[in-house]
Each structure stands twice: as structure tokens, then as C-alpha cells.
């Protein structure tokens, strides 16, 4: 790999990571040496890259940091399609058409000599089933979780029994045969999983929750490892 890849690598596997990141993890990905990363990272810091750490401890890459947009490779933009193919097929309404527009842009603004792997990738989506119709619009609770606002459901039973339920919705789960709103249930005081088909309208409430969707989501995760625990 030429110096110049491996520094552009570098900030990349900087980017994608939160947390610190160690000379020996970026020197066992790009298969080169923690000595050549020291030296590497030297550079990009004498090059004003915003990246703070040190050497035994970890290296992050703080914001304000830009880069020429979409220097895709080859494979990136294969995986971002196959993505886009997924949720265009598993995805709700606004998710799927999202999808097919981003496969588009991709193919439109990519390198000519790469745009065949855009539209016409190696890798291909298994078809799914075709999933129950939603009787809400998903998108007003992708935005009601990011905007952590409390939801009031109407919700059907697998036997048609109504309820009235407040939650704290913190995600939207696409399964292979159905898709769910995953929240925290006022009623129940747990974490619920609600069919969104089931679901025969919404308001999106103005008080807000105050725990962070993504915090809940720690939780909601902590609580299937309890309950589903791995095989060892």
C-alpha cells in the first residue's frame, strides 16, 4: 500500500470509530507496523488533521475535519448498493424510496469508470417477502425518535383487542416478516414490541422523554442479552 493510501486510511478507520483507537488495531488492519503508524500519525498531526492522543493509549479524530466527498473505493460503494437494496426491499415506504434515490445519487456523481459497480453490482439482495401493510407513516416515528418525543398508540392485539398505550419509542426493528416499533411502555413499565401493522394510529405527543433513545436502546439491548442469553 502507498504511504499516501495508508494515511488516507488512517483518518477512515479514525472516522469509524468513537472510541480511542490503539497504533497496534489500525497497524493489524492496514498490516504494516505500529512504528510506521506512529510516523504516520505524526504526519497527519503536522498536516493540521485534528487528531488527538498519544502513543500506548489511542488516537481519535475530533470533528471539523473534511474530506473531498464521496472518495468511494470499489468496495464501499458495492456495500453501500447492497445496503440500499436491502432497505429498498425490507425498509417502510419512506426508507425504501430513500434507498433507491441514494443508489442513484451514488451512480451519478462516482467516477465513470466505477459507476457499472453502482448499477450493476457483483453482490445481490435477497428478495423478501412481501411484509403486512403498515397503517401508520414510519417516518413520523423515525422522527419522533430522534426527536425523543413520547408516542400515543392505538394498538390491535394478534386478536383484536385494542389498547391505548404511551411509549417512549427508541427504535424501529426490520424483521424478515414484520417490522416493529421498539419503545419503553408507560402502561407496562418495560420494554414492549409493537407490530406496526397492528398499530391503528399515532399522535406524536409534545412532552419529550428524558432519557436518550440511544441510552434506552442500551438498556433494551441489555435486556434481551438477560433474557436470550449466547450459547457458549
Known amino acids: 500500500m502507498r504511504r499516501a493510501d495508508r494515511l488516507f486510511q488512517i483518518i477512515q478507520i479514525l472516522r469509524r470509530h468513537r472510541q480511542p483507537v490503539t497504533a497496534a488495531t489500525i497497524a493489524a488492519e492496514l498490516e504494516t507496523s505500529q512504528r510506521s ?6 504526519t497527519l498531526m503536522a498536516q493540521r488533521v485534528p487528531i488527538r492522543g498519544e502513543a500506548g493509549v489511542g488516537y481519535v479524530l475530533e470533528d471539523g475535519h473534511d474530506m473531498p ?9 458495492e456495500a453501500a448498493v447492497l445496503g440500499a437494496k436491502l432497505v429498498a426491499g425490507r425498509g417502510d415506504a419512506g ?9 442513484a445519487k451514488i451512480a451519478g456523481v462516482v467516477p465513470e469508470h466505477l459507476r457499472p459497480i453502482a448499477l450493476d453490482p457483483a453482490s445481490i439482495a435477497p428478495p423478501g417477502r ?13 422522527a419522533a425518535i430522534h426527536n425523543a418525543r413520547k408516542l400515543r398508540l392505538d394498538y390491535r392485539d394478534e386478536v ?11 427504535a424501529i426493528g426490520y424483521l424478515e416478516s414484520v417490522r416493529l416499533l421498539i419503545a419503553w411502555c408507560e402502561l407496562r413499565n418495560d420494554f414492549r414490541h409493537f407490530r406496526t401493522d397492528r398499530i391503528a394510529s399515532l399522535t406524536v405527543l409534545d412532552t419529550r422523554f428524558t432519557a436518550r433513545p440511544a441510552a434506552l ?8 442479552d438477560a433474557t436470550h442469553p449466547t450459547s457458549p
Do not use: C, F, K, S
Not at 69 to 77: R, S
Open 37 to 42: 503508524v506512529y510516523r504516520d500519525i505524526a
Open 69 to 77: 466527498p464521496l472518495m468511494l473505493t470499489a468496495d464501499e460503494i
Open 95 to 103: 426508507l425504501a424510496r430513500a434507498a433507491l434515490d441514494l443508489i
Open 130 to 142: 412481501a411484509l403486512p401493510a403498515d397503517r401508520i407513516d414510519v417516518g413520523l416515528v423515525r
Open 160 to 170: 383484536g383487542r385494542e389498547t391505548v398505550r404511551t411509549v417512549w419509542p427508541i
Open 217 to 224: 436502546r442500551a438498556r433494551w439491548r441489555r435486556t434481551l
